[in-house]
């Protein structure tokens, strides 16, 4: 591991893989919670467009990537939010736009397929100097927000109406995550790749939640499980001269694999050792009214209210049911 | 005059271009427990969402507390238990966590959390009778136990008015009896109650007024023990030969079973 510390791309693709398996899986994990797992792909291949735009323009490509990923994650947002088209089919159509849109533009700026592979799947040696500062400016700006705003970002992604109700800004929020899952694609695109950068959002947090109970320990072992699996993707493609993306999600699979084994494990365990779920408090449903000398009928003054195949009647506070020679408390 | 906690008036609210509520007016005395009753598709749960502001008026105004709702500024007043089959989401979170969201109006931008916050959430756990619950995933608590989790949210973050849409749904006989026994605290201690129900059952005896929707229209607005025609009006003595009018008495299908 020390001895790859000494050639310049590696350090900058190990920091790069660093601030992408922590980004990815602080977003992804608010993205999971919305049950938008799939948001990150789209997002990806909407990238794809941006990505195409630099290259027929001359500027940057990560730069563009980021503009365009964020305005396609904008309008995703919106279109679940305020239109009527369901959230995936937004995403479905952003999704098919992008990479035809993506494809074609490469084609005009006369690139190979080659370029694009290098964008899809990663690739280590191509993170430039330049690219660096970009990702880590970035990577600190998802970082910060994903972990400074965690109370609002947990309540809205937990229940977007009782936040709307208690005052959150939920739109806001909303347009917010979306952004940052945008922001956060174009960070691992060195690294993951396009394709395959929404496996580092989502399977991280797959795996934290085989054997976590909290979202706080979910969020906080998700990222270490990104980091984990990023580091040890890029270090192993160095090795075996595997594309870094694809090498890096296998290796989060596998974990996954483990975790849910591991999961099992743990939760025959509890369930052997405390077979039943501690219920409700169990309530008597026979408790006598105590004593009762007004007879309760049609006419008595006191609110009858029917009471599956009889009649309840409210008497100060309680309702009473008639049951043989006494009253029931129903 | 009475004050109002919540006063709707003249609401018309439309759905994917559908009338759903039709000039309603529905108010709420401060301290007042009313029960919005209906049959499914009636329009309580449109009602209720449109009155804490989820959802835009074709016509009318919603006042809460005196104070547009679009424009109410102290949020924490109201506390909105929605309608859910689960409390859960998409990643494990913790009783204590999900009871901890009622707080969000106390909480300042990238803030922890206080001792009162915290003291607001073991106080609204003892509430609904969870307390030993706070450190489990709310996805291995019983349907009714989640329900309670909502409620302890809604408790936590201190609100005079309690909007609560069908808490009672498909949660067991235990559930409803530890709901009834809060809300009568509450009630007692002066919070309005606004609690859309399709069936009461020992919520009953706490309800002060009635409202029965149909078709997006109120048909019947009143005290249940002023109901003019009697005791058997109220009971299930005859066929169902339509809905609840303040003559008829309320007998809406199971609403009071």
Redesign the interface.
């Known amino acids: 591991m020390v001895e790859l510390l000494v050639y310049d791309f590696m350090r900058r693709a190990l920091l790069a893989a660093l601030l992408t398996g922590l980004a990815a899986p602080a977003i992804g994990t608010y993205l999971v919670q919305r049950r938008l797992a799939l948001l990150g792909d789209g997002i990806g291949h909407i990238a794809l467009t941006g990505v195409a735009l630099g290259l027929l323009t001359g500027r940057a490509p990560l730069l563009t990537a980021v503009i365009v990923a964020a305005l396609g994650a904008a309008i995703i947002e919106l279109l679940r939010a305020y239109g009527r088209t369901s959230g995936d089919v937004a995403l479905a159509l952003l999704f098919y736009g992008g990479i035809a849109g993506g494809v074609v533009i490469t084609g005009l700026a006369g690139e190979s397929a080659a370029t694009l592979n290098s964008y899809l799947f990663g690739a280590i040696t191509t993170v430039s100097d330049s690219d660096l500062r970009i990702v880590v400016a970035l990577a600190v700006v998802v970082l910060t927000l994903a972990v400074g705003l965690a109370p609002q970002l947990f309540a809205v992604c937990q229940d977007e109406e009782h936040a709307e109700v208690s005052g959150v800004p939920v739109r806001a929020y909303g347009l917010l995550i979306a952004v940052l899952a945008a922001v956060t694609v174009t960070v691992s695109m060195r690294t993951v790749g396009l394709l395959l950068v929404s496996a580092l959002m989502v399977v991280p947090v797959a795996t934290a939640q085989q054997v976590t109970r909290s979202f706080r320990s979910t969020f906080a072992l998700a990222m270490a499980i990104g980091v984990g699996a990023s580091v040890s993707g890029v270090v192993t493609s160095f090795h075996v001269d595997t594309a870094p993306g694809p090498t890096i999600v296998l290796i989060a699979l596998a974990g996954f694999v483990v975790a849910a084994a591991l999961g099992a494990f743990v939760s025959r365990h509890r369930h052997r050792s405390e077979p039943f779920e501690p219920d409700e408090t169990p309530v008597d449903t026979h408790d006598l009214s105590e004593s009762h000398p007004h007879e309760h009928g049609p006419g008595c003054g006191h609110v009858a209210v029917s009471h599956g195949d009889h009649i309840d009647y409210v008497h100060g506070g309680h309702r009473h049911a008639a049951h043989g020679s006494h009253y029931d408390e129903h | 005059m009475t004050a109002l906690a919540l006063d709707a008036a003249n609401v018309s609210v439309t759905l994917?271009g559908r009338p759903v509520i039709r000039r309603v007016d529905l108010s709420v005395a401060v301290g007042e427990f009313v029960t919005l009753l209906g049959t499914n598709g009636s329009g309580k749960s449109t009602l209720v969402?449109a009155c804490?502001?989820?959802l835009p008026l074709v016509s009318g105004t919603v006042t809460v507390f005196g104070t547009p709702v679009g424009a109410l500024?102290d949020?924490?007043r109201?506390g909105?238990v929605?309608q859910?089959a689960t409390a859960s989401?998409?990643?494990?979170?913790?009783v204590g966590?999900?009871v901890?969201?009622?707080r969000?109006?106390y909480?300042r931008?990238?803030?922890w959390?206080t001792r009162s916050d915290r003291d607001a959430v073991a106080v609204a756990l003892r509430q609904v009778?969870l307390t030993?619950r706070v450190?489990?995933?709310v996805a291995?608590l019983?349907g009714?136990?989640q329900q309670r989790v909502l409620i302890a949210?809604a408790l936590a973050?201190g609100a005079d008015l309690l909007v609560l849409d069908e808490p009672t749904a498909g949660v067991?006989?235990?559930?409803q009896?530890?709901l009834a026994r809060v809300l009568e605290e509450l009630v007692a201690h002066g919070v309005t109650v606004l609690l859309v129900a399709h069936e009461l059952g020992?919520l009953?005896?706490?309800v002060d007024r009635a409202v029965v929707l149909r078709g997006g229209r109120v048909q019947f607005d009143g005290p249940?023990?002023e109901?003019p025609s009697?005791?058997?009006?109220?009971?299930?003595?005859h066929p169902h030969s339509g809905q609840p009018t303040r003559a008829g008495g309320l007998?809406g299908e199971g609403m009071?079973?």
């Open positions: 994917a969402r804490v502001g989820l500024r949020r924490r109201i909105y929605p859910r989401s998409g990643v494990p979170a913790t966590e999900v901890m969201t009622g969000l109006a909480r931008l990238a803030g959390s009778d030993e450190g489990d995933s291995r019983s009714g136990q949210r973050g067991d006989a235990g559930t009896a530890v020992p009953a005896p706490l249940v023990p109901v009697g005791p058997a009006s109220l009971a299930h003595d007998h009071w079973r």
